[in-house]
């Protein structure tokens, strides 16, 4: 998924502590990288008969990656650019990649799941968590990454899947809250 790097292939500008766990990050990123690309293979797959608690795992082990590579852009910060450059800019290639991945993924899932005739009353609070993370990373973070790394259309795959996602909020019933009735 992203290629890998070690010593030799980055300036660590003599030896600093940051550096060298900035490049240890970078190859336990290209284990999970491997896991994630995994995941969300197998949410595409088997997205007619996948469940949902499958599907929103997958999510959450997409959204734990996403996480370990913010942590690994925040410990490039008090490195000097020639060294900070090059893996911020893998780092976000392979962020880039692995939303792309998981976005055609729910896509595939929530078309299979529009067509049923019943949601799990449990979708409601995790489809309203994942359209509020597609949301900020379409408002905050894909404005920021540079053009060529992010593929054509996901933009549009972006916008279709909060489309089903929004469609799909529509159709969960609010469970009663029967705690104040009599």
């Known amino acids: 998924m992203m290629q890998d790097f070690s010593q030799n292939?980055?300036?660590?500008?003599?030896?600093?502590?940051?550096?060298?766990?900035?490049?240890?990050l970078l190859q336990?990123?290209?284990?999970?990288?491997?896991?994630?690309?995994?995941?969300?293979?197998?949410?595409?797959?088997?997205?007619?008969?996948l469940s949902f608690s499958d599907y929103a795992d997958g999510f959450r082990r997409v959204q734990e990656?996403?996480?370990f590579c913010d942590v690994i852009e925040s410990k490039l910060e008090n490195l000097p650019?020639?060294?900070?450059?090059?893996?911020?800019?893998e780092v976000t290639a392979v962020?880039?990649?692995?939303l792309h991945a998981l976005l055609?993924?729910?896509?595939a899932y929530l078309v299979a799941l529009e067509k049923r005739d019943m949601i799990n009353f449990f979708a409601q609070a995790v489809f309203l968590m994942q359209h509020d993370v597609l949301a900020q990373f379409q408002a905050e973070i894909l404005p920021e990454v540079p053009p060529q790394l992010v593929p054509e259309a996901m933009a549009g795959l972006c916008e279709e899947v909060m489309g089903r996602l929004k469609r799909l909020l529509d159709r969960c019933i609010d469970v009663p809250d029967f705690?104040?009735?009599t």
């Open 9 to 24: 292939q980055v300036d660590v500008a003599g030896g600093t502590d940051i550096a060298s766990q900035a490049v240890r």
């Open 28 to 49: 336990v990123l290209n284990g999970r990288a491997n896991e994630v690309q995994g995941v969300t293979a197998r949410m595409f797959t088997l997205a007619t008969i």
């Open 65 to 67: 990656f996403l996480s």
């Open 81 to 89: 650019p020639a060294t900070r450059e090059p893996i911020l800019h």
């Open 95 to 98: 962020k880039v990649r692995a």
């Open 104 to 107: 055609k993924a729910m896509g």
């Open 179 to 181: 705690r104040f009735e």
